[in-house]
Structures are given as structure tokens and as C-alpha cells.
């Protein structure tokens, strides 16, 4: 995972950047992160990889077959990934 130093973020926190990172929030909350990503046969998942542009990834190099084995890791229950 990518983070910044927490001295570097805390220096240019700002509330914009703030609101910006709701997701960090988002992730602490137990159980609903996996309920999001485990939704729907992990929809999210495409949605990720195959909008374009989506500015960080060449999403052509991520195949479907790619996006089962992401599943299918992802669903493994009782494993720290």
C-alpha cells in the first residue's frame, strides 16, 4: 500500500484533504468494506478495473481472468490478505 509519511500528511491535512480521504474512515468501520467488495459477486471489482480512464492503472492489461483470481482471493474468509 501506498501511504504518505504521517508526519508529511499531517503537515498538509487540510479539511478539503480531510473530505477527500473519507475513505480511510471508511475502512476502519468493521465488517462493511468486505460487505461492499463481496456484493453483488464483487461488482466493484469491475467497475475498478474496467473504467476508463481511470487515471492510475492501464486498465487493458487487467484481463477478467484477472479479476476472478482478485475474487476469488478476496473471498477466501479468515485470511489476512
Do not use: C
Not at 492501464?58 to 482478485?70: C, K, M, R
Request: aromatic share 16%.
Amino acid at each position: 500500500m501506498n501511504a504518505p509519511h504521517p508526519m508529511a500528511y499531517r503537515q498538509e491535512l487540510t479539511l478539503t484533504q480531510l473530505r477527500k480521504s473519507w475513505y480511510m474512515f471508511f475502512y476502519q468501520v468493521p465488517f462493511l468494506p468486505e460487505l461492499l467488495f463481496q456484493s453483488d459477486d464483487f461488482a466493484i471489482l469491475h467497475r475498478l478495473f474496467q473504467r476508463k480512464p481511470t487515471g492510475f492503472i492501464n486498465t487493458d492489461l487487467i484481463s477478467d481472468n484477472d479479476i476472478e483470481v482478485f475474487k476469488y482471493t478476496l473471498s477466501q474468509k479468515g485470511k489476512n490478505l
